[in-house]
């Protein structure tokens, strides 16, 4: 099958993954387009963390290629996949907990502007700087808290900055890994908004097991079990069909919304 390139930001080609004599991904295809809202979804075990990880770089496939915006990226390391466009919050999930939001995102944008690490130079002298993280700080609702210390924030707030993070580092493609995972139902709201209000032009691959964020946000989904993909398709399509229903119900867990 062709793919269009320019409408195709990133694919995956018949990955496989084996460990020894356990093959966790199995030829598995997928393709993010321009300005996707994608989920991949799954039982638990069912590969996606693996997958993520071969798209990332944090693993080497056995067999199978994997293309960025056109460009063979099977074989780069995973700062080099950041620096081509692909940012995935759970790389960069390791917040800084002695410095305040407003601190670390001028740290990611004076990098990303290459200006170099001392985001108190850069907020000083550097316009730009400051007016991207004043920016970043609003749409990820951080602007009360900038100023405290990352250790003292609320969870919801440290995976808020965790995702202001990852679209300081300007990318063309997010991997969103589980957004809301430990997150309190009294702080989930504002993150599923922020998710929502993402910029259009960023792709967005979503992975995830809160099925009411799933479904209210994907326009296209991939279902992985076993390591093969089941099916894709729009979430209509994955809510009423019937061997996904199973897969589900055979593992215990619900694909019900709503």
């Given at each position: 099958?062709?793919?269009d390139t320019v409408?195709?930001?990133l694919?995956?080609?018949g990955?496989v993954?084996?460990?020894?004599?356990i093959t966790?991904?199995?030829n598995?295809?997928?393709h993010?387009?321009?300005?996707a809202?994608?989920?991949?979804i799954?039982?638990?075990?069912?590969?996606?963390t693996?997958?993520?990880?071969l798209l990332t770089?944090?693993l080497?496939?056995?067999e199978?290629r994997i293309?960025?915006?056109?460009?063979?990226i099977?074989?780069?390391a995973p700062?080099?996949?950041?620096?081509?466009?692909?940012?995935?919050?759970?790389?960069i999930?390791?917040?800084?907990d002695?410095?305040?939001?407003?601190?670390?995102l001028?740290?990611t944008?004076s990098q990303?502007?290459g200006l170099g690490t001392?985001?108190w130079?850069?907020?000083?002298?550097k316009?730009?700087v400051a007016?991207?993280?004043?920016?970043?700080l609003?749409?990820?609702?951080?602007?009360?808290?900038m100023n405290?210390?990352?250790h003292?924030?609320?969870y919801?707030?440290r995976?808020l900055l965790?995702?202001a993070?990852?679209?300081a580092?300007?990318?063309r493609?997010?991997?969103l890994d589980e957004p809301v995972?430990?997150v309190?139902?009294?702080?989930?709201e504002?993150?599923?908004?922020?998710?929502?209000?993402l910029p259009?032009?960023?792709s967005?691959?979503l992975i995830?097991h809160d099925?009411?964020?799933?479904?209210s946000f994907a326009?296209?989904?991939t279902?992985?079990v076993n390591g093969t993909?089941?099916?894709?398709?729009?979430?209509?399509q994955i809510?009423n069909?019937?061997?996904?229903?199973a897969?589900?119900?055979?593992?215990?867990?619900e694909?019900?919304?709503?």
């Amino acid at each position: 099958m062709t793919v269009d390139t320019v409408e195709t930001v990133l694919s995956a080609e018949g990955l496989v993954m084996r460990f020894g004599g356990i093959t966790a991904t199995n030829n598995v295809t997928l393709h993010l387009k321009k300005g996707a809202r994608h989920a991949l979804i799954g039982p638990n075990g069912a590969g996606k963390t693996t997958l993520i990880n071969l798209l990332t770089g944090v693993l080497q496939p056995t067999e199978g290629r994997i293309t960025l915006l056109g460009q063979d990226i099977t074989k780069l390391a995973p700062h080099q996949r950041v620096k081509r466009g692909m940012v995935r919050t759970f790389q960069i999930n390791q917040l800084f907990d002695s410095l305040t939001p407003l601190q670390t995102l001028a740290l990611t944008v004076s990098q990303q502007q290459g200006l170099g690490t001392t985001w108190w130079s850069a907020l000083g002298s550097k316009g730009q700087v400051a007016d991207r993280c004043a920016e970043l700080l609003e749409q990820f609702h951080l602007t009360e808290v900038m100023n405290q210390p990352t250790h003292v924030l609320a969870y919801g707030k440290r995976r808020l900055l965790e995702i202001a993070i990852a679209l300081a580092c300007e990318p063309r493609v997010l991997l969103l890994d589980e957004p809301v995972a430990g997150v309190p139902a009294g702080e989930r709201e504002e993150l599923l908004q922020t998710v929502a209000a993402l910029p259009a032009d960023v792709s967005v691959l979503l992975i995830e097991h809160d099925m009411d964020l799933v479904f209210s946000f994907a326009k296209r989904m991939t279902v992985l079990v076993n390591g093969t993909v089941l099916t894709e398709g729009d979430p209509e399509q994955i809510a009423n069909d019937p061997q996904v229903k199973a897969v589900y119900l055979g593992h215990g867990e619900e694909i019900q919304h709503g």
